[in-house]
């Protein structure tokens, strides 16, 4: 009698697509800092870029390296793809390097103020593991 070789088909992870609020495997989120974006005052047309941004905005960081002055620079865009400031160097440093390796690094705005004539962003940035 030959023997038979049994495929068990693993599912689960279509299972937990229906669910959307179960939490995937070792998957989670890293708080790293919470802090005022820099260079918002540089930012040419700043108040109509940022017309639809407001607490709970979710912004994307992207690695900027061409700049010579500033090889670890990270700026802040909107979902319109706008920069609209960036990660201040005392942070820059050690996110430039996490995300040079391959981590995925993003940001929330935690506060929006118009100061004289400097718009003040503040955003919470986080890594997600996976």
């Not at 919470?34 to 930012?43: M, Q």
């Not at 607490?55 to 690695?63: I, M, V």
Request: aromatic letters at 6%; a negative charge; glycine letters at 4%.
């Amino acid at each position: 009698m030959a023997n038979k070789l049994a495929v068990i088909e693993d599912n689960w992870l279509e299972l937990a697509g229906k669910y959307k609020d179960l939490p995937m495997p070792f998957e989670q989120t890293v708080f790293l800092a919470e802090c005022h974006l820099a260079g918002t005052d540089l930012i040419e047309d700043m108040l109509v870029k940022t017309e639809n941004v407001d607490a709970g905005t979710p912004l994307t960081l992207k690695r900027m390296n061409v700049d010579a002055e500033d090889a670890q620079a990270i700026a802040a865009l909107t979902a319109a793809r706008d920069i609209v400031g960036y990660v201040p160097r005392r942070y820059a440093a050690l996110m430039a390097r996490l995300m040079d390796a391959g981590k995925a690094l993003a940001a929330k705005v935690t506060d929006k103020a118009l100061v004289g004539h400097w718009l003040d962003i503040s955003v919470a940035i986080e890594m997600k593991e996976a």
